[in-house]
């Protein structure tokens, strides 16, 4: 089915640590089961804010919006995670991630996806 559509929100069942939320937003996302993924990675970000799953989490939260087909969304979030952690990998290699800007199935254009100009 799609997961793009309005949906209540999932009922979760919390974890103490932020790699247990973080496993268990893992597995939700990979069941494509976007709406409790997002949950569990929330979590993780306003729980454990220091963690090196939140910094994770932020980008799997980004994931989460393109599974849902919220294109828009998504580049917003992939966007601000390539601000807030610009010397992260992951900001690297969200361009492998990025739409074929050819495609007819996106609504989003390349550019949306673009780093500003004016990095340090």
Not at 61 to 73: K, N, P, S, V
Not at 81 to 98: A, E, V
Request: positive net charge.
């Amino acid at each position: 089915g799609c997961n793009s559509g309005p949906r209540s929100k999932p009922r979760v069942s919390y974890r103490v640590s932020a790699k247990e939320n973080f496993i268990k937003g893992k597995k939700a996302f990979d069941d494509k089961d976007y709406l409790e993924a997002m949950e569990y990675f929330k979590f993780v970000k306003n729980k454990f804010p220091y963690s090196s799953y939140a910094t994770e989490a932020d980008l799997y939260l980004a994931d989460c919006q393109f599974g849902r087909e919220r294109y828009l969304e998504a580049a917003d979030s992939y966007e601000n995670f390539i601000k807030l952690h610009p010397k992260t990998i992951k900001s690297h290699m969200l361009f492998s991630k990025l739409p074929n800007p050819t495609s007819t199935e996106s609504q989003v254009t390349f550019s949306c996806f673009l780093p500003p100009m004016n990095w340090s």
